[in-house]
């Protein structure tokens, strides 16, 4: 096996690769606590960020291809991979589009704060967002594989504005599931959103006490069924 050392000290996290023998491939060591979730991409390339708003690209021998960091940027969520290798994160400061070489290809809404990205069956970027600064994540946005604005989707239908919960869930058609909570703090819902950024449907889970529902995880099962979590309080 061969060890890779991005701090050029012993570090206590480490990436492994394992081949189909079980057998240790590589390692890769990172500073502690600090990677999130991995993707991959064409050539068995990998992703991630780490906490201090790098994100590091690998190939599938686990040395560098690039780093891409920029220090007006506090954090990155998961990035994913389209079809035709562009990297997208979301930001504290909008939406970035990267090249497969690290560049960058655009950058949308550098007015939000966006959170864990999904792409649809056409390419569409579906993500959560909301106003710098704010606590909840109100809005679910949709963008065009070039940057610009499909559609927001920003409130029940009874008016209320939703906190959203969990990254969305996409299925084969292109319909959108989130879960969320509403702000009047009594239920959560569980929600599938049209293509179009129309709602299709919406599943209540109340509780009683009125001390709060919130929705995680949404996941798509066998033919289509869903499954989430309902966290409630009291």
């Known amino acids: ?130 106003a710098a600064g704010s606590i909840s994540y109100p809005f679910l946005y949709s963008f065009a594989p070039d940057g610009s604005l499909n559609w927001v989707y920003e409130k029940d239908p009874s008016g209320q504005e939703i906190t959203i919960s969990s990254p969305p869930v996409i299925d084969a058609e292109g319909t959108i599931y989130i879960g969320d909570s509403t702000n009047s703090g009594c239920c959560g819902y569980l929600r599938a959103i049209n293509a179009d950024g129309t709602l299709k449907w919406r599943y209540l889970v109340d509780n009683p006490t009125n001390l709060g529902v919130t929705i995680f995880a949404p996941a798509i099962g066998y033919c289509n069924r869903m499954y989430f979590i309902g966290n409630s309080i009291g």
Do not use: C, H
Request: proline share 5%.
């Open 1 to 130: 096996s061969m060890e890779r050392d991005e701090l050029g000290r012993l570090g206590d996290e480490r990436l492994t690769s394992i081949d189909d023998s079980g057998a240790v491939d590589w390692m890769f060591r990172v500073p502690p606590n600090s990677i999130s979730s991995l993707s991959q991409g064409l050539g068995g390339v990998i992703y991630f960020k780490t906490y201090d708003g790098v994100i590091y690209s690998l190939d599938a021998g686990g040395n560098i291809r690039w780093r891409f960091e920029r220090l007006k940027i506090k954090y990155f969520d998961r990035p994913v991979v389209g079809s035709d290798g562009t990297i997208y994160v979301g930001t504290d400061q909008g939406l970035y589009a990267l090249n497969p070489d690290g560049t960058v290809k655009w950058v949308a809404r550098e007015d939000l704060e966006l959170w864990d990205p999904s792409l649809s069956p056409k390419g569409d970027i579906i993500i959560a967002g909301r």
